[in-house]
């Protein structure tokens, strides 16, 4: 749930932990109180702490979430992203997001059916909710649609029928609207 935090926490943390420590050194070289020059470092470096790791965070953000375009599977590189997208998809247009994301790409409806089957095959029956019960293969209303894929500026799908990936216990999956006529997928995944 906290993974966008990790990396710019580690990066700071050590960024201000160097600081600190040539800060100290630099006192040691100069012959300074090396005490004094340990505490007022630490106590820059604690002040410091929220708005460099906002500021490092910020400029990560905005090269890893955001509207992407790939030719296939293979240039996607992102684990989060890989899990719910099936390795036949192409013209790949992921939008990119902390805790999911949305995506369109083409795929034939029997790569994208034999991927889902693939992927209830693999969890074993632990889906936080069955199969059967979400109802895989019945048209989407457009209500749904619309909500799921708003601020988007994708043309709605003119015939869609909505899978499911299966279900982690904290609500973590995908929903996938096919499109039979132009084998487009319209796709969104949550993750914590």
Same mark, same amino acid.
């Given at each position: 749930?906290?993974?966008?935090?990790?990396?710019? =926490?580690?990066?700071?943390?050590?960024?201000?932990?160097?600081?600190?420590?040539?800060?100290?050194?630099? +006192?040691?070289?100069?012959?300074?109180?090396?005490? #004094?020059?340990?505490?007022?470092?630490?106590?820059?470096?604690?002040?410091? =702490?929220?708005?460099?790791?906002?500021?490092?965070?910020?400029?990560?953000?905005?090269?890893? @979430?955001?509207?992407?375009?790939?030719?296939?599977?293979?240039?996607? #590189?992102?684990?989060?992203?890989?899990?719910?997208?099936?390795?036949?998809?192409?013209?790949?247009?992921?939008?990119?997001?902390?805790?999911?994301?949305?995506?369109?790409?083409?795929?034939?409806?029997?790569?994208?059916?034999?991927?889902?089957?693939?992927?209830?095959?693999?969890?074993?029956?632990?889906?936080?909710?069955?199969?059967?019960?979400?109802?895989?293969?019945?048209?989407?209303?457009?209500?749904? @649609?619309?909500?799921?894929?708003?601020?988007?500026?994708?043309?709605?799908?003119?015939? +869609?029928?909505? @899978?499911?990936?299966?279900?982690?216990?904290?609500?973590?999956?995908?929903?996938?609207?096919?499109?039979?006529?132009?084998?487009?997928?319209?796709?969104? +995944?949550?993750?914590?």
């Amino acid at each position: 749930m906290l993974w966008p935090l990790v990396l710019p =926490f580690k990066i700071t943390f050590w960024l201000l932990t160097g600081f600190v420590a040539i800060a100290t050194l630099a +006192a040691y070289v100069f012959k300074r109180n090396l005490g #004094k020059t340990f505490l007022i470092s630490s106590v820059l470096a604690c002040l410091a =702490f929220i708005p460099v790791c906002s500021g490092i965070m910020s400029f990560m953000d905005a090269t890893r @979430f955001g509207v992407f375009y790939y030719d296939d599977f293979a240039e996607v #590189k992102d684990l989060r992203v890989e899990r719910y997208l099936p390795p036949a998809a192409r013209v790949i247009t992921l939008d990119k997001f902390a805790m999911g994301h949305r995506a369109k790409y083409t795929i034939s409806e029997t790569e994208l059916r034999d991927y889902l089957d693939q992927l209830w095959l693999e969890t074993d029956g632990r889906s936080a909710i069955p199969r059967e019960e979400l109802e895989d293969g019945d048209a989407a209303t457009y209500d749904e @649609f619309d909500y799921r894929f708003e601020g988007l500026d994708w043309p709605p799908l003119e015939r +869609a029928f909505e @899978f499911h990936s299966p279900v982690q216990r904290d609500g973590g999956g995908a929903n996938y609207f096919f499109d039979p006529t132009s084998n487009t997928v319209y796709q969104q +995944a949550g993750y914590w």
